[in-house]
């Protein structure tokens, strides 16, 4: 059972690997202006397998649950914005 276990582990550790960096790929792409639909249904397609293993590795006495896709929608990736620069020579934007 143990090693059933640990098999499971070792294939949810592989498959959000792979969610990753397709995820990675979609955001290169959307950044980019080009057409992610595939890479997102392949995406989506592991999203079930994911489920199915955690179904199977909580029924061995494992547990832990899977961020719905609302979450997951939520999150922020854009990048952090950058205070403006100050000119030289000013104190907060006046002119000495």
Do not use: W, Y
């Amino acid at each position: 059972m143990d090693n059933k276990l640990s098999q499971i582990r070792r294939k949810i550790r592989m498959l959000r690997a792979d969610m990753l960096t397709l995820e990675g790929a979609i955001r290169i792409q959307v950044n980019r202006d080009e057409d992610c639909s595939e890479a997102s249904f392949r995406l989506m397609a592991m999203r079930p397998q994911l489920l199915d293993l955690i179904r199977q590795r909580n029924a061995l006495g494992g547990s832990e649950e899977c961020v719905s896709i609302s979450e997951r929608l939520k999150e922020n990736h854009r990048p952090s914005v950058r205070p403006k620069r100050l000119a030289r020579g000013t104190i907060s934007g006046r002119v000495r």
